[in-house]
C-alpha cells in the first residue's frame, strides 16, 4: 500500500496544467487553458483545465476530476499506477514492498502486460550491449546508422538473440507464466500448444505509450533470408493497438508543441535518423498504413503536418494516399519528396545535420503545389490526363472540412494550373453535393434508434417526471455549495443555511445525495469546512466528474463587456441570497408536488374509509403548503 502521506506529497508537488500537456496541448484561453478533446473526435475545443482549482473538464465526453483522474482515465491505468506514474514524473519517492512471485499472480493482468512488457524492453536492452552476439551483430547494425549511445537510450533500442526459446525461459525462471507472455505477443502459439520466440535474430524498437510504457515491440531482421519478413511486430494486444499508435510520439511530443508542426514518416530509422539531425518533431506509423486514430493523435498536439516520403513510385503514392486522410481529419499538410532512392534515413546520413535540416526547409510544398507538379508531369501533353488530374486535385480539397480553407486551395490551384476558378468551383460543388446525397441515402437506409410503439407511446402521454425535476433542483443546490460554500446567506455560511432550511428533505439523487450529505456532516459536527476541492481529492470517479460538471463553465463573460462596451453582467456570486432562496422553495415546492402526485395514486386504489379520510387530510395539507410556497415564488399552479 502507499501511504496517504506519499500521495499528499505527490499533490502538492503537481501542476495539473503540466500533467496533462504531456498528452494534450492545450492553449490558454483567460484564466484557464482549452484543447480539443484527447477522449472524443471534435472540431471544435471543448477540453477546459482550470488551474486554480486543479481540474479538468471535457465536455465532449462528460469526463472530468483532477490530474490522477485524467492520467487513469487517458491512459488506461490503475491508481496506483497512476501514483507510480506521477512520483517518478515529480521525483517523490515511494516506498513499496518487493514484488514476489506469489503477488505477481495477483496484479491484474492488465497491469502484468505491462510489467511484463518492461522486462522484456530490459532484456532486449541488456543484450544489445552485454552479449557478444548483441555487440557483434546488432550494435554494429546501430552504428553502421550512426546512432550515438545517447540515442541508443533515448529509444531503448534492443537487441534478441537467435534461438527458439531464449527470451521466454528466461521469463518463465523470472516468474512470468506462459499464458501472459501469449497475450503480451512475444511468444507464438503453434497448433500443439506449444510456443516460441516471436523476434529472434533481430534488433529491437520498443514502443512506448504517451506516458512513456513500452507496448509493443517491433524488429528488424540483419540477415538476408528472404523467406523471412524484413520486419516484424507485435501483435494487437490488451494494451497495444496499433491504429492508435505512433512510434517516436512520447519522445517527439514536446518538440511537437514546441514548434507548432510534425514531420510524419514510414519506419522506426527515419524518426531516429531524424532525431540524430537535431530534429525531434517527428513520428512515424511504424510500417502501417496512417489512420484516423494516428491523426487524431498529431492533432492533439499540432494542426500542421509535414508528409517525409521517399522519392520512389511507392513512396509517391503513399504519400497521396495519407494526404488525403490527413486533409479528412482538418490538419494542414505539407510534402517533402526526396530525390529517387533515397529516404529520410540515408538522406539525413548522406547530407549531414546542418545540409539536411536546410533541404526541409527549402523543399517543403503545400499539397496542391505538391499534387499540381505530380500530375503536371504525368500529363504532360495529354489533355485528358490532365483533366483528371485536377479532378483529383479537386478531389483532395473537397476532403477539408474548413470552407475557408478549402476556397483558399481552390484560389491556389486556379493559379498554379491556369483554370478558371469558377470551373474548380463547379467541379468542388459537383462532389460535395454528390458526397452529402449519399450520406443522405445512408442515413434514410438506418433502422430507427427508438421503436414506433416506444414513439406513440411518448407522444400520448404528457405526464411529468416529478422525480427528474426534483433531482434537477438537488443538482442545483449542490452546485451552489460547491461553489460559493465560503459565502453567506442572512449571516450564515451557506452550507449552514441549506442544512437548516432542508432539514427535513431527504435528497433523491444517490451522488448528489452523498455531496449533500458530506457538506452537512461537516456542518452538524462542527468539522473543518469542506468545499469542491474535498471531493476532488478524495470523492470516487463518478463524484469527481459530477464535480467538475457543477463548478466548470465552458463559457465566460469577458471583461471587455464592461471595460469596452460599459455592458455589465452581475456575477452569480453578487445574488447569492437570491438564489439560495429561491432553490430552497423551489425544491421544497418540488417535493410537495412529489407527495400530491403519491397521495393521489393512493386515493384512487384505497378501500378503507378511515385511510381514505386520512390520505384526503394529508392531500389538503401538501396542496396548502404548494399554494403558499408559489405565492413566494409568483407561480400560477395550472393544476
Request: hydrophobic share 35%; charged share 30%.
Amino acid at each position: 500500500m502507499i501511504s496517504r502521506d506519499t500521495v499528499e506529497e505527490i499533490r502538492n508537488r503537481i501542476d495539473i496544467v503540466d500533467v496533462i500537456s504531456d498528452f494534450v496541448s492545450l492553449k490558454k484561453s483567460g484564466q484557464n487553458y482549452k484543447a480539443l478533446s484527447p477522449f472524443a473526435n471534435e472540431k471544435t475545443p471543448s477540453f477546459f483545465v482550470v488551474p486554480a482549482k486543479g481540474i479538468f473538464k471535457d465536455f465532449s465526453s462528460g469526463k472530468g476530476g483532477d490530474a490522477f483522474t485524467f492520467v487513469m482515465e487517458h491512459e488506461k491505468l490503475s491508481y496506483a499506477e497512476t501514483i507510480k506514474y506521477l512520483a517518478k514524473k515529480y521525483g517523490v519517492e515511494i516506498k513499496e514492498d518487493r514484488v514476489t512471485d506469489e503477488n505477481r499472480a495477483e496484479q491484474s493482468e492488465r497491469e502484468g502486460l505491462y510489467i511484463l512488457m518492461n522486462f522484456a524492453k530490459d532484456y532486449y536492452k541488456n543484450l544489445l550491449t552485454n552479449s557478444e552476439a548483441g555487440r557483434g551483430v546488432g550494435l554494429s547494425y546501430f552504428r553502421e546508422r550512426g546512432f550515438n549511445d545517447r540515442t541508443l537510450e533515448k529509444f531503448e533500442l534492443g537487441y534478441a538473440l537467435e534461438g527458439w526459446e531464449n527470451f521466454s525461459k528466461d521469463a518463465v525462471t523470472k516468474g512470468y507464466n506462459k499464458e501472459l507472455l501469449d497475450k503480451a505477443g512475444l511468444v507464438v502459439k503453434k497448433d500443439d500448444g506449444s510456443t516460441y520466440d516471436r523476434f529472434r535474430g533481430r534488433v529491437i524498437f520498443p514502443v512506448h505509450n504517451m506516458s512513456g510504457k513500452v507496448i509493443a515491440f517491433g524488429a528488424r531482421m540483419l540477415g538476408k533470408d528472404k523467406n523471412q519478413p524484413k520486419y516484424i511486430n507485435s501483435p494487437e494486444t490488451d494494451i497495444y493497438h496499433k491504429s492508435d499508435v505512433l512510434y517516436g510520439l512520447y519522445q517527439a511530443k514536446n518538440a511537437i508543441r514546441q514548434h507548432d508542426t510534425c514531420y510524419l514518416v514510414e519506419g522506426y530509422t527515419d524518426v531516429i535518423s531524424l532525431h540524430q539531425a537535431d530534429v525531434e518533431n517527428v513520428v512515424s506509423s511504424s510500417g502501417t498504413a496512417l489512420t484516423e486514430g494516428q491523426i487524431k493523435l498529431i492533432r492533439r498536439f499540432t494542426e500542421n503536418v509535414t508528409v517525409l516520403f521517399d522519392g520512389d513510385t511507392a513512396g509517391i503514392k503513399a504519400a497521396l494516399r495519407g494526404i488525403d486522410l490527413i486533409l479528412k481529419g482538418g490538419l494542414n499538410v505539407r510534402v517533402v519528396l526526396f530525390p529517387d532512392n533515397e529516404d529520410p534515413d540515408s538522406y539525413s546520413r548522406k547530407v549531414g545535420t546542418t545540409a539536411f535540416q536546410k533541404f526541409l526547409k527549402e523543399n517543403t510544398k503545400d499539397f496542391v503545389s505538391f499534387k499540381a507538379g505530380l500530375f503536371a508531369a504525368e500529363a504532360a501533353g495529354d489533355p485528358i490526363r490532365k483533366a483528371d488530374s485536377i479532378k483529383e486535385i479537386v478531389t483532395s480539397i473537397s476532403l477539408i472540412p474548413d470552407p475557408v480553407k478549402r476556397s483558399v486551395y481552390i484560389q491556389e490551384t486556379s493559379n498554379l494550373l491556369k483554370i478558371s476558378e469558377s470551373v474548380l468551383l463547379t467541379e468542388l460543388n459537383k462532389i460535395l453535393v454528390t458526397e452529402r446525397r449519399k450520406l443522405a441515402r445512408e442515413n434514410l437506409r438506418e433502422p430507427s434508434e427508438v421503436p414506433a410503439e416506444m414513439i406513440e407511446e411518448k407522444s400520448v402521454s404528457s405526464q411529468i417526471d416529478m422525480l427528474a425535476i426534483i433531482q434537477n433542483q438537488e443538482k442545483e443546490t449542490v452546485r451552489l455549495l460547491l461553489n460559493y460554500a465560503d459565502q453567506h446567506v442572512n449571516e450564515n455560511r451557506l452550507p449552514t443555511y441549506f442544512v437548516n432550511e432542508l432539514e427535513d428533505v431527504e435528497f433523491t439523487h444517490p451522488l448528489y445525495r452523498e455531496i449533500y450529505f458530506e457538506f452537512k456532516a461537516a456542518e452538524l459536527r462542527e468539522k473543518e469546512p469542506i468545499n469542491s476541492d474535498f471531493f476532488i481529492q478524495h470523492g470516487t470517479t463518478e463524484i469527481k466528474r459530477i464535480v467538475t460538471d457543477l463548478t466548470v463553465s465552458r463559457y465566460q463573460v469577458s471583461k471587455h463587456w464592461g471595460d469596452k462596451y460599459n455592458i455589465f453582467i452581475p456575477a452569480e456570486s453578487d445574488k447569492i441570497n437570491e438564489l439560495a432562496y429561491g432553490i430552497v422553495l423551489h425544491l421544497k415546492l418540488r417535493v410537495i408536488q412529489k407527495h400530491l402526485d403519491d397521495n393521489l395514486k393512493l386515493l384512487k386504489d384505497v378501500k378503507d374509509i378511515e385511510e381514505e379520510n386520512r390520505l384526503l387530510e394529508f392531500q389538503k395539507q401538501l396542496k396548502s403548503g404548494e399554494v403558499e410556497i408559489s405565492n413566494f415564488l409568483g407561480i400560477v399552479i395550472a393544476r
